[in-house]
């Protein structure tokens, strides 16, 4: 079957402006080279720090930013250079649940109106306020709450309203956008597992975008990991997490705290050095090259990687794994990352 | 259970604010000890009243909005009842704090230096140079590369990881006794978050200091700390040893935070969610707070305030339900759980 | 720093360029009259408005005269440097004339912008830490009744209650009435003769900077590094006048440096309360008058104020706030 959303060698540079005539004098590389697919009735999550380009990436998909290089097909059909008038129709199949259940809804709006309004759009006949209870009742809200403003509701059931509203027109695909990272942990458990009833009952196709690895793995049927704009690591949720082929899907799966060790921090944790460099001047080759504990691994040195991981940018390809990584010296199991970059960078 | 000596003995502090929709109550009636050595963590969710213990503690909160009762003995002096003067000579100078957002929590109009020379002066008369060059010498402590270029630098020229190491070493300049940390890694990326876990876990140990740890990430609090205090609706519901409190765990609250986390190394079929939503501060449901969102609540759960007993070996909780019970319970809540796993 | 004043200087003179352009223009676009038969007196011939016409320059197209004006501007004319010509109104040269205008409107707005920044950023600041006593309140109704009071009524009252020549209680009348004395005639004449303007110029704009002070330092005081100025055992003044008052106050700098430049085009209802002959009151009469080189002047040096005090502002805002400084 053919995958819903196909997206190849997308890209979007923000250029910078400067000076007296407001030259472009750099780009801010948002997101590059990205390539991959979303196959009907799964969750793709996308998990990377901030600034990796994962919300980018989102709206580039959902048309709310118009792409600089690369294709975005959805059912087949090349909407890359669609015009605002040509996506009308195709806007009830892409919808959004937005991060913060708290400013994505209009305060002087009744829920109805909220979740009625795409009705309106779209010109749907009919009674919307029975379709609006339906919708309410089914995401878990009180359909006598109909003529309630957002203010009245507590932050899980304001997100519950923003994924009604994203339900209204029977969208195909659904982009949640840290759909549960302003919640209470217990609060988040109950959107999480609204947003999977939902795509059991209705076929959803989601994009499920978030920094928090646990909450990604829970939803997701395939996994993408991004840094500095590219995907470094595509596979199934079981085999990214289980057996990360990308040093940087390592560290990021090592850095998150369980609680395993006891209170100590003793277990052997891969804690990289440095900050995320700026995505206006990314480095040569391989992005990760100055933080990578694997490229040190290659050289036996904690000062020098390895000659391509500067120079070429590796690509997206099978690693030893059944997912993709884009390294040049994808990770094998005997690797001891912990082991190359285990100290504090010291202050001289 | 760590055996240094008691810091911090806080004892029935209760933090109200009379608002004209009514008395939101923040905290209520919380007591625990913090000693040497020890990281404390208390974990809850917005509004269970962590966040607002630690600014009573250190007057942080308007004196004329909050009504602060209880008492909080520091080495033996009573924060609560201290004039603002004498408190203010502890602050920053023997409890230090940090706090979540590094920010927003550096002034952005002065040089990073500046501020962390500032802090040295409002302690101790030494001669500028003198307090710059003991500034410059924490900072290459908490892991700043370059940090004499460093200490020149506005914040805004920092990232978030470094901002944080910087509030940090702000906070380990005049060698403190008690380091509060408040939601210290929330606003940062997770391999940052690493960095700093182990930051403070290392300067705990290196120091000899007692950390307070307040966060919401069960996560964050089962990796670093050594007791554990959970709350809700401004009350303690648990308290013990982390690998009491996160190993065997009494309450219910804490039963269904623990369930409903997604992992990391684990996949579950479908996580069990806490019904319903944190209640009001100003209308916290009588008895136990918890009880409209617990499946175990019976007779004397909205009638009876559950007493804050320890249960042996420092775990102490509040609930109704008998040990028995408990152990029944949390048995068959773990199999439907680990039934689930896939 | 030194790159970006040598740019925003190169911006100045643009839009000063752009701005006497357009006020040429206007002058000729729109239906307005003819200067040169107010000048020509009564009834004149067609000769003698000719005569007129050609010794003005107005029989030429307006751009010519706009490049004329522009010569003369850079390299002076007869009366001297900047070439202004002269008015036709009184056929006194401009140049004499804003010389002589000109320090009346700056002792104003200068001596009354002191007065409101003093006056509104106190009582900001007070009423702000003492936010709900009875002192904010009454600072507060001050701001209201300053914001709401209209200019020449306080004036009149003021001259009515303290001026020598005012119908008020006598004991009061220790002030002089209008009018203006200049400075390097007697300086403390020039001072009694100002301190009425000052005030009531300045209770207008004390009002607006007492309230937004007021509201800043309050944002302010909530912003999390005020809390970890006070977690580092900082006493309280310390907090609030060192990180605390240095923020709320940036704000308040732009607007204080774009105040003070339109008042330099002119206070006209202070200045004709007060009977102080600036520029306001002279861009007024220009204007009724179609005395198309005045005109030209007021907004020229309106126009250049606004330009400098805007680049001051920046200037002292890039050294505030040094985000600002490293963009």
């Not at chain 1, 079957?1 to 190849?8: A, G, K, S, T």
């Not at chain 2, 990796?223 to 809700?232: D, F, I, K, L």
């Not at chain 3, 007869?78 to 009346?104: C, H, M, N, Q």
């Not at chain 3, 308040?252 to 600036?278: K, S």
């Amino acid at each position: 079957m053919e995958p819903l959303v196909e997206v190849e060698g997308l890209t979007k540079r923000f250029p910078i402006h400067r000076g007296l005539l407001q030259r472009t004098v750099g780009h801010v590389h948002a997101v590059e080279d990205v390539t991959f697919s979303i196959r009907r009735g799964e969750t793709l999550g996308l998990v990377g720090e901030s600034g990796c380009g994962k919300s980018t990436t989102a709206r580039l998909i959902l048309k709310l930013l118009e792409a600089t290089e690369g294709t975005i097909r959805f059912e087949g059909r090349d909407i890359t250079r669609l015009s605002a008038r040509e996506m009308r129709p195709l806007r009830r199949e892409l919808q959004m649940v937005f991060q913060d259940p708290y400013s994505s809804l209009n305060p002087r709006q009744t829920v109805g109106q909220i979740v009625g309004t795409p009705f309106a759009i779209h010109g749907i006949e009919g009674s919307t306020r029975s379709k609006v209870q339906d919708l309410m009742e089914r995401v878990g809200l009180n359909p006598e709450h109909y003529n309630r403003y957002p203010h009245e509701f507590s932050g899980g059931q304001r997100q519950r309203i923003g994924v009604a509203r994203a339900l209204a027109l029977s969208p195909k695909l659904i982009v949640c956008d840290e759909p549960v990272s302003a919640l209470d942990v217990s609060i988040q458990a109950q959107i999480l597992n609204l947003l999977l009833s939902l795509q059991h009952d209705f076929a959803l196709t989601y994009l499920f975008i978030s920094h928090d690895l646990g909450v990604v793995r829970h939803v997701s049927d395939r996994i993408a990991v991004m840094y500095l704009g590219r995907i470094v690591e595509i596979g199934d949720a079981g085999d990214v997490y289980g057996v990360p082929k990308h040093p940087y899907t390592a560290a990021l799966l090592s850095a998150v705290p369980t609680g395993e060790a006891g209170g100590e921090m003793k277990r052997e944790r891969i804690i990289l050095s440095g900050d995320v460099p700026s995505p206006v001047d990314p480095p040569p080759g391989c992005a990760f090259h100055p933080r990578c504990p694997k490229a040190r691994l290659v050289t036996g040195s904690p000062d020098e990687v390895p000659e391509n991981c500067r120079t070429e940018i590796p690509p997206l390809r099978n690693s030893g794994g059944r997912q993709q990584a884009a390294c040049w010296y994808p990770l094998r199991p005997d690797d001891e990352l912990q082991r190359v970059v285990s100290h504090e960078p010291r202050g001289s | 259970m760590p055996d240094g000596e008691v810091l911090l003995d806080v004892s029935g502090l209760s933090v109200r604010f009379p608002t004209s929709d009514g008395v939101v109550n923040a905290v209520d009636d919380l007591s625990f000890q913090v000693r040497r050595g020890e990281t404390f963590g208390i974990v809850g969710e917005s509004g269970s009243g962590k966040s607002v213990t630690n600014l009573a503690l250190l007057g942080l909160l308007n004196r004329r909005a909050a009504n602060i009762e209880g008492t909080a003995l520091f080495k033996g002096r009573d924060l609560l009842t201290m004039p603002p003067g004498e408190l203010r000579r502890i602050r920053g100078k023997e409890i230090a704090m940090i706090f979540q957002d590094p920010f927003a929590c550096l002034h952005p109009m002065y040089r990073v230096g500046d501020q962390l020379v500032e802090a040295i002066r409002a302690h101790e008369r030494v001669p500028r140079r003198q307090a710059a060059e003991r500034a410059i010498e924490v900072l290459a402590a908490v892991g700043i590369p370059k940090p004499r270029e460093r200490f020149r630098d506005y914040p805004h020229q920092y990232s978030g990881g470094m901002r944080q190491r910087a509030m940090i070493a702000m906070a380990l300049l005049l060698n403190p006794d008690v380091l509060i940390a408040d939601e210290p890694t929330t606003a940062l990326d997770v391999t940052v978050q690493a960095q700093i876990l182990e930051l403070i876990d290392r300067v705990k140990k290196e120091f000899d200091i007692a950390v307070v740890l307040i966060t919401h990430d069960l996560g964050v609090v089962a990796e670093v700390a050594q007791t554990v205090m959970v709350m809700y609706a401004g009350r303690a519901m648990e308290q013990g040893p982390r690998q009491q409190v996160f190993g065997k765990p009494l309450h219910p609250y804490t039963w269904g935070l623990l369930e409903s986390i997604p992992h990391v190394d684990q996949k579950v079929s479908r996580l069990v969610p806490i019904e319903g939503a944190p209640p009001s501060l100003i209308f916290v449901p009588p008895g136990c707070p918890f009880h409209p969102r617990c499946p175990h609540r019976f007779g004397p759960c909205d009638q009876k305030r559950p007493e804050f007993r320890d249960r042996g070996g420092g775990h102490a909780e509040a609930c109704h339900l008998s040990a028995d019970e408990k152990r029944t319970l949390w048995a068959e809540r773990q199999e439907r759980f680990t039934r689930a796993a896939v | 720093m030194a790159a970006y004043i040598v740019r925003r200087l190169v911006w100045v003179i643009v839009v000063l360029l752009a701005v006497t352009m357009i006020t040429f223009a206007i002058f000729y676009l729109l239906p307005t009259g003819d200067p040169a038969v107010r000048f020509a007196g009564k009834s004149p011939t067609p000769q003698v408005l000719e005569e007129v016409r050609r010794q003005f320059g107005l029989d030429k197209p307006w751009y010519a005269q706009y490049w004329h004006f522009l010569s003369d501007l850079t390299t002076g004319d007869k009366y001297g440097w900047p070439g202004l010509g002269f008015s036709f109104d009184t056929r006194i040269p401009v140049r004499e004339e804003l010389l002589e205008r000109a320090p009346r409107t700056l002792s104003l707005a200068f001596g009354a912008a002191i007065v409101w920044l003093t006056l509104g950023v106190t009582i900001g600041i007070v009423s702000a830490l003492r936010r709900g006593t009875l002192l904010d309140r009454a600072a507060m109704g001050f701001a209201l009744f300053g914001v709401s009071a209209p200019v020449f009524w306080l004036g009149l009252m003021a001259l009515w209650l303290f001026a020598e020549t005012g119908g008020g209680p006598d004991w009061l009348h220790f002030l002089p009435g209008t009018g203006y004395v200049p400075f390097s005639e007697s300086p403390s004449e020039w001072f009694t003769h100002l301190i009425m303007p000052w005030v009531v110029l300045a209770l207008l704009y004390a009002a607006f900077y007492a309230r937004m002070t007021r509201g800043n330092l309050l944002e302010t005081m909530g912003e999390d590094y005020i809390r970890t100025a006070r977690a580092k055992g900082l006493t309280e003044r310390r907090v609030v006048f060192k990180h605390g008052l240095r923020a709320s106050l940036t704000p308040i700098v732009t607007m204080f440096g774009m105040d003070i430049a339109l008042l330099v085009g002119g206070a006209v209802i202070t200045e004709t309360v007060f009977n102080i002959q600036g520029l306001g009151a002279w861009a007024v009469r220009a204007t009724f008058n179609q005395d198309l080189p005045a005109v030209v002047a007021v907004v020229v040096v309106s126009a250049f104020a606004v330009a400098i005090m805007n680049l001051l502002v920046d200037i002292v805002y890039a050294w505030l706030d040094p985000r600002v400084r490293y963009q």
